[in-house]
């Protein structure tokens, strides 16, 4: 079992910055790949970025490139995602998850951090 636990959402103006951090603990593994997915109210979840654990390559939603960075520390169990240039469109609820490199769906999730950015 791998245990998710998100922190750092909160209320921000259009263009400014956040910082979401993800902890993980339990069975954690250097096979794992760390995700970001969010969700909109009325909307389906939607993935935002993932990272290996393990070598650090990354991928992003063509809607978050260039704005938000995902990384990782692999001393702290911790992932990060720094958002900026917020937009209110990046309104949602936003979810750590964890799967395998076998797997394709994400296996572990976090209880989720509301983000809200005012336009």
């Known amino acids: 079992q791998v245990q998710l636990v998100e922190s750092g959402g909160g209320l921000v103006q259009a263009g400014g910055s956040l910082r979401l951090s993800c902890a993980a603990s339990?069975?954690?593994?250097?096979?794992?790949?760390m995700g970001w997915v969010r969700q909109a109210p009325g909307k389906e979840r939607e993935f935002v970025a993932a990272?290996?654990?393990?070598?650090?390559?990354?991928d992003y939603a063509d809607s978050v490139k260039s704005r938000f960075t995902i990384s990782r520390d692999t001393a702290k169990n911790t992932v990060y995602l720094q958002m900026n240039s917020l937009k209110p469109e990046d309104t949602a609820v936003y979810y750590c998850a964890a799967r395998t490199y076998y797997e394709s769906e994400y296996s572990y999730w976090g209880q989720g951090t509301q983000v809200t950015v005012s336009s």
């Open positions: 990272i290996s654990w393990s070598g650090g390559s990354t």
């Open positions: 339990g069975r954690t593994s250097s096979s794992y790949v």
